[in-house]
């Protein structure tokens, strides 16, 4: 999943006023932004391989470290002890621990059986992206309901509307332009969402009236 991801930060940030929406994107995103870094340090594996699903040309055959629910438990632990050093409260650490679980929960939605429990297995999926329409309203109306519960009773600045789109356009483009060449190509533009998370530092600075 991609926009839903965003989502549970964009919803969640409303219920957390300690938090801002760029800590949000880290913790629901953390395990995405470490994949490239994996990928690229040849620790994880994936094979690009259109037809796979209809959604993604990708295999995700190898990455147990970022995309296994013990791994995930131990990004959250990591996540959730830095926050409650910078925040000095778990009531804001918590909350973002469990964004970080979220992941594993909205990837085992949407991909085919190949998200690990352990590192070795079992592997989970529902397969959501088997159908191209049903994965575009799933994570459209998830990510629609996150931008309604951000903004209602705020008035955020262009930035934030720009990044919206530019969420809005990165999604779509992956979902029907090419596949990526190779997986280097893949692994530098995965990169990308560590973009968004500054971005969504910067743009998350009108308080809620
Ligand atoms: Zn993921």
Redesign the pocket.
């Known amino acids: 999943?991609f926009l839903g991801?965003f989502a549970i930060g964009l919803g969640a940030r409303r219920y957390t006023p300690l938090v801002s929406l760029g800590a949000w994107f880290l913790a629901v995103q953390l395990?995405?932004l470490l994949?490239p870094l994996f990928l690229l340090a040849g620790a994880e594996h994936v094979r690009i391989a259109p037809g796979m699903t209809a959604f993604t040309p990708l295999d995700f055959y190898d990455y147990p470290i970022?995309?296994s629910l013990v791994g995930g438990l131990v990004w959250a632990v990591l996540l959730a002890v830095a926050a409650r050093g910078t925040y000095r409260h778990w009531r804001a650490a918590l909350p973002l621990a469990g964004g970080v679980l979220s992941?594993w929960v909205l990837?085992v939605i949407s991909h085919r059986p190949d998200v690990p429990v352990l590192p070795g297995g079992p592997y989970l999926g529902l397969g959501l992206w088997n159908s191209v329409a049903a994965t575009l309203v799933v994570e459209l109306a998830l990510f629609g309901g996150g931008v309604y519960l951000y903004t209602r009773g705020r008035r955020p600045p262009l930035s934030f509307w720009l990044l919206i789109a530019v969420l809005l356009i990165a999604y779509l483009g992956a979902a029907f332009g090419p596949p990526p060449p190779d997986v280097t190509t893949l692994a530098v533009s995965a990169l990308a969402v560590w973009v968004f998370v500054a971005w969504a530092w910067w743009a998350d600075r009108t308080p809620l009236r």
């Open positions: 999943m991801h395990v995405d994949w970022t995309h992941h990837d």
